[in-house]
């Protein structure tokens, strides 16, 4: 029962923190591109790498904390079922383009960030 309060915890704060992400991109950049989405997902899995790599490295957490951060925070933080969303909105509109770019961005970008955040602690940390 302690796991799953802990992932519903996480999942609070990384949905809040992926809506407040998403609508501060929507005021910053506009509504044309999904860049809120795209931004979230590069940015989730930089810090899982990050995460991952702490744990692999220096830090022990309990069961509970690690499922808070892992599947509560940023399971809930990175949003794959809305980039296919996104995705087949902008193949609806006709903007074979911008969903391709959208598509290829999203996967390059969120494992090379996932990559740099391990890459990072490794360096920091050993």
């Known amino acids: 029962m302690s796991m799953i309060l802990a992932i519903a915890a996480g999942g609070a704060i990384g949905s809040g923190g992926r809506y407040l992400t998403v609508v501060g991109v929507i005021y910053w950049l506009g509504q044309g591109f999904p860049y809120g989405t795209l931004i979230v997902n590069v940015v989730g899995s930089f810090a899982l790498g990050t995460l991952i790599e702490t744990v ?4 022990t957490p ?7 951060f892992v599947v509560g925070v940023l399971g809930s933080y990175t949003t794959f079922s809305t980039f296919s969303l996104d995705t087949m909105s902008l193949i ?6 911008f969903a391709g770019l959208y598509i290829i961005a999203s996967v390059v970008l969120s494992i090379t960030a996932l990559f740099c955040g391990m890459a990072i602690c490794r360096h920091l940390l050993v």
């Not at 692999?56 to 830090?59: K, L, V, Y």
């Not at 309990?62 to 808070?68: G, I, M, T, V």
């Not at 609806?92 to 383009?97: K, N, P, R």
Request: proline share 0%.
């Open 92 to 97: 609806d509109q006709g903007e074979f383009l």
């Open 62 to 68: 309990s069961d509970d904390l690690r499922a808070f």
């Open 56 to 59: 692999a490295i220096i830090w």
